[in-house]
């Protein structure tokens, strides 16, 4: 099952938007208000999530003086984030954090870090402006979901207060781009301009993807609700409450959430794919079948998306078949720490611990995050303890 998220995680949304000389899809908000099978739940407000508390705004009081302005209190705000809590601030694409939560764990996804950012920038007098990252496809694993992940930054700008005409026409204000993903840093990915309602849709819709992997259906339903309430045309909400009306047997507002999120983005392949497993279900596979083969084609030479079709043959016991796409995956991209962790765990299932612990190292070896470095650590470790307390061969042997 592929849902959208922003780093956000979205279960599973596409995030790619049209010019603005593009008309917009028509909203059909019966969709929201036709009969369904959920108990609305209450969710976090606007103000919960981008307000800061009273002990983060002391903070703030203490460590900036008036000073400094302009950039020098752009950089000045990242490293009051750096030095702040235990020095850890670090990028964890699960945590779905408003900005107090966020700024207390220094351990949250990018787009958290991002409205933290927001603000602390708002609290210190300096101007935002959120930005959608242009990445590649690329998904996520979370119990049995593939999350397609999108990405977000923010842009601070430098305040010019002068009333000098001639500099104010002519001299650009600086600004710096605060990106929490090193990845995304170091390819210089278009960006495009989003709102703050825009990013309090994509936190939403995480929130609903992390619930509906729970099992809360109620809560999932409430936060995909208050996404689309909060911006109706982000396409990543309206397909992933196609995947909650799918799951709950509600096949025709699920095809209809589909169509939706079609409707506002014609590139949403994740709704694409989603609604042909809806077809599969309703018995026409000949339309299933057409929106599978062109999506693969659009997406065969993307490593991600081979790691995808190797976790569900893996999951469905198909290691052979499995191997086959994590070795795809890894022809496409030598460097994705993913599609070995893929071969080491059908190495394990085959019971090749010498080839599973090779591909194990090999995923170490080539992971960039620590949180990544750590779980390989400890599965490394685990096959060790297995080896070790493995009966011999002449211990089995009757006498």
């Known amino acids: ?16 938007s049209g010019c603005n000389s593009t008309p917009k899809a028509t909203i059909d908000t019966s969709i929201l208000n036709s009969t369904h099978h959920f108990n609305i ?4 407000s606007h103000k919960d999530v981008f307000q800061l508390n009273n002990e983060i705004k002391a903070k703030l009081e203490h460590y900036f003086h008036n000073e400094e302005i302009g950039v020098k209190r752009a950089k000045m705000l990242m ?13 964890l694409s699960g945590a779905n954090l408003t900005a107090s939560q966020a700024f207390s764990s220094m351990n949250a996804n990018c787009l958290s870090l991002s409205i933290l950012t927001h603000a602390i920038a708002k609290q210190v007098g300096l101007k935002t402006q959120f930005q959608r990252v242009h990445i590649p496809e690329y998904w ?35 600004s710096v781009t605060v990106d929490f993903d090193p990845n995304s840093r170091n390819q210089h990915f278009s960006t495009s301009s989003i709102s703050t309602g825009t990013i309090l849709s994509m936190f939403y819709n995480n929130k609903g993807a992390m619930e509906m992997i729970k099992g809360d259906l109620d809560m999932a339903y409430s936060y995909y609700r ?18 909650l009306y799918r799951i709950t047997d509600q096949y025709q507002l699920a095809e ?20 042909a497993k809806l077809y599969y279900l309703t018995g026409r596979n000949d339309d299933a079948k057409t929106i599978e083969r062109n999506i693969h084609e659009q997406r065969k030479n993307n ?29 496409l991209d030598k460097n994705l720490h993913e599609s070995y962790f893929g071969l080491a765990k059908v190495a394990f299932a085959q019971n090749d611990k010498k080839a599973a612990d090779r591909y194990l ?39």
Not at 41 to 44: A, G, K, S
Not at 258 to 274: P, S, T
Not at 375 to 382: F, H, P, Q, S
Request: proline share 2%.
């Open 140 to 174: 996520d694993e979370s119990q049995g979901y593939s999350l397609l992940t999108g990405h977000v930054n923010i842009k601070i700008f430098e305040v010019d207060n002068t009333q000098d005409a001639i500099k104010t026409l002519y001299v650009k204000p600086t």
């Open 1 to 16: 099952m592929k849902a959208v998220t922003q780093c956000l995680v979205v279960i599973l949304t596409a995030l790619l």
């Open 79 to 91: 490293e009051f984030l750096v030095n702040s809590g235990d020095d850890s601030l670090s990028y």
């Open 226 to 243: 208050a996404a689309i309430e909060s911006d109706q045309y982000h396409d990543g909400a309206w397909g992933n409450l196609g995947i």
């Open 361 to 399: 190292k090999k995923a170490y070896n080539t992971a960039s995050f620590e949180h990544d470095k750590l779980r390989y650590e400890g599965k490394l470790a685990l096959l060790k303890s297995i080896a070790n307390n493995q009966p011999s061969e002449n211990n089995n042997k009757e006498r």
């Open 303 to 331: 490593p991600y998306y081979m790691l995808v079709l190797g976790n569900e043959a893996f999951n469905s016991g198909d290691f052979i078949r499995a191997k086959h796409f994590y070795l795809q995956a890894r022809e």
């Open 41 to 44: 739940q209450q969710v976090e």
């Open 256 to 275: 209809r959430a589909y169509q939706q999120a079609i409707a506002i983005n014609k590139d949403n392949r994740n709704a694409l794919g989603n609604l």
